[in-house]
């Protein structure tokens, strides 16, 4: 086991370490630093939270993703990091000017990406475990946390040594024990008094924050598209910096369906489907799952029916989105879902068809996915997102909107936004209209995971029609009936 006590220990095991290991070493250092900066006087303040924050992202981006934007970009940061750092320690805050200091350390440590700067990176990231360090003692309501700060950089060290890949280190906690969580929430309410608008100027950072500290950070695609943001928005403001993010993460939750929006010939917003790259592919996906379903159904004593959830799912998706690659890869992933869970509660005997059917479904789902890289690439993503708990004060909100783009809409993206609003919370309650797929009173084993793509696909549509609208320049009152709630949708979805 190694020993890390301080900046000398630290230097000496990052010594020779691959560039990316010094760089999530010194991010992870820098993050646990991030709440001296609530020491800091409100004028400190100010003027580096934003500086600060985007030198701890642009790092930890830099240690995944390693890219020649991404390094400049880490450059770029840790300039404007090593300013906001100078200026704390020029008004004697000696928590917030640490906290500064740990995270242009790990913005250098990303930024040293050449051979000979391979010194100076593995003695930046050292320095950015030090002032993580100094930053946690300097705080007075955080000298508990101070002490085990080397404790869990020596933890990181372990995962890094075990030859754990930067993104998996970023998948556990900062802490092991309770965070200083009493300065992380006075962090965020001061940078909310101080714009006068927390959740529209901070709402990302505090989001992005809180999935450093878990160990469930926001998707990494989404993060390097925020460390990608140009410098002149940067420079110019928080402000201007939260719009970009809203634009970025709205155009992030479009991007989850493979499809696109478009005016149809009546001038009435519709879906166009993109098709896969393999002639007659889904020709012969539908075919094989029809037969196994066709076959698990005359299969005796297997207990499925026309009316059992799962076969709905299936014939719904196979008589109306026949077309649609990216909706049968969802549907074919919820009905196998739903099939493996009941036969693992036992609602349905384990027989060969039964359990033929779901592995039909997952071969014709990864087929799919195979097919388009794009198709397996939102795979991963909605794997990866974690819906939010809406209140159904918010659900009502998303679904009047749902409905005003509906009646605005045809063919499938009418429909579908018609029958997925059903699926959000406080609609059914508020309305007792029944579920078009799912009568009222049918057994639903799986209401979870049949919220979660009804809910994501109104998300991903919204938004999508939004940036449509707002690109085109058309139909801007519609566009800004979504654009009043694209807040909500985004801190719904990540």
Known sequence: MVEITDRASARAWLEGKPREVQVAFAARAALRALPGIAAAPDATLGGIALPVMRAMLTSSVAAVRSTDDVNSAADSAAARSAASAAAAYSADDSAAARSAAAARSAADSAAARSAADSAAADSAAADSAAAAYSAAAAAAAARSAATVVWMEIERDVERLAAQE????????????????????????????????????????????????????????????????????????????????????????????????????????????ATPVNRSGLLGQLIDTVENAVDLTLLAPRNELTEESHQIRIIRNALNRYANDAQRLEMDFERAKALQLTDIANEALPSSAANNDLAQTLADAAGALRDSDRDI???????????????????????????????????????????????????????????????????????????????????????????????????????????????????????
Request: negative net charge.
């Open 165 to 272: 890949s930067p993104e998996l280190v970023f998948a556990y906690a900062l802490w092991a024990n309770e965070p200083p969580t009493d300065e992380i929430s006075q962090l965020w309410d001061r940078l909310g008094r101080l714009s006068g608008d927390q959740e529209k100027t901070w709402d990302f950072w505090e989001r992005w924050y809180e999935g450093m500290l878990t160990g469930n950070p926001l998707p990494w695609d989404l993060q390097e598209a925020v460390a990608l943001i140009p410098d002149e928005d940067w420079n110019t403001g928080p402000e201007r910096v939260a719009e970009r993010i809203r634009e970025i993460e709205a155009r992030s939750i479009a991007n989850t369906l493979k499809e696109e929006v478009t005016f149809s010939a009546s001038g009435r917003l519709t879906l166009i």
């Open 376 to 494: 397996a690439r939102n795979r991963e993503t909605l794997n990866r997102i974690r819906l939010a708990q809406l209140s159904d004060k918010d659900g009502q909100k998303i679904a009047a909107v749902a409905v005003e783009v509906a009646n605005a809409s045809e063919g499938t993206l009418r429909e579908d936004l018609l029958e997925d609003r059903y699926r959000l919370p406080g609609v059914r309650r508020a309305d007792g209209v029944p579920d078009p797929i799912v009568p009222m009173g049918a057994p639903e084993r799986n209401a979870g995971l049949e919220a979660a793509d009804a809910q994501l696909r109104i998300a991903s549509r919204l938004t999508k029609v939004w940036g449509f609208l707002r690109d085109k320049k058309e139909d801007i009152g519609l566009a800004g009936s979504i654009a009043s709630i694209i807040a909500l949708i985004i801190a719904f979805v990540f």
